[in-house]
């Protein structure tokens, strides 16, 4: 398995590995700006394959994709710029870090929590 163990079925990193992985954005996704400067994530949401399914059994049209949105602050704005699938995941919370003034830890707890949730909705992978 080599840097993968396992724990309940599920395969995963170390710490540090985590970090030295680079996000790279959905190329399905789309950016939208407001007049507060705040960004918009636009974004196809499918249904569970489960549930096309059994409306497909149950002779429903397709339906067709669903747009999800996802509004982002100041700070979340910041680290979907920094996004650019070079960047490490160290390396964007330095940046933010040092951009925050926060401490390094600090900013590395917020921006991997960021950046799992975005993964979580399908709209970055990571390298």
């Known amino acids: 398995m080599g840097w993968m163990t396992r724990q309940k079925g599920k395969p995963t990193i170390t710490r540090s590995e985590a970090l ?6 959905n190329h399905h ?14 974004y196809p949401v499918t249904a569970r394959p489960w549930i096309v399914k059994v409306s497909t059994w149950l002779g429903a049209a397709a339906a067709p994709p669903r747009t999800g949105k996802l509004q982002l602050d100041g700070l979340g704005s910041s680290v979907w710029a920094m996004i650019d699938g070079r960047a490490s995941i160290r390396a964007i919370a330095a940046s933010f870090a040092g951009a925050h003034r926060l401490e390094t830890r600090e900013a590395e707890v917020a921006v991997t929590q960021f950046v799992r949730e975005l993964g979580r909705r399908g709209l970055i992978g990571l390298r």
Do not use: N
């Open 29 to 42: 996704v789309r950016e939208q700006r407001l007049e507060s400067g705040e960004l918009v994530i636009l």
């Open 20 to 25: 030295g992985s680079i996000p790279v954005k």
